[in-house]
């Protein structure tokens, strides 16, 4: 079954808008904790560091993410139906 990689491709940039609003909200909800668990996850020591969260920062990551998903989305689509049409269906 092919993937429809322009479907694909927005789908993806709205998963991925939609945790970057979560993940905005909970860096404006709980600053400490966040920045903490975004040192767990990319092992480092962030402590020291602080957040510099604005409306024009959210705006524009969220723009930028948008976008690279949706590019993403695109490229595993398309990738994903050449390499399909590229294997025999019935390999006896």
Not at 11 to 38: F, H
Not at 47 to 56: D, E, I, R
Not at 61 to 83: C, D, K, M, P, Q
Request: glycine fraction near 10%.
């Amino acid at each position: 079954m092919k993937i429809n990689p322009i479907k694909f491709a927005f789908a993806c940039a709205l998963s991925v808008s939609i945790l970057w609003i979560a993940c905005s909200i909970l860096v404006m909800a709980i600053p400490p904790m966040m920045l903490s668990m975004s040192g767990h996850m990319l092992h480092m020591e962030l402590a020291g560091m602080g957040w510099n969260l604005t409306l024009q920062g959210i705006f524009s990551g969220l723009v930028g993410w948008f976008i690279t998903a949706g590019i993403g989305g695109w490229l595993l689509a398309a990738i994903y139906n050449f390499l399909l049409s590229q294997t025999p269906l019935n390999e006896s």
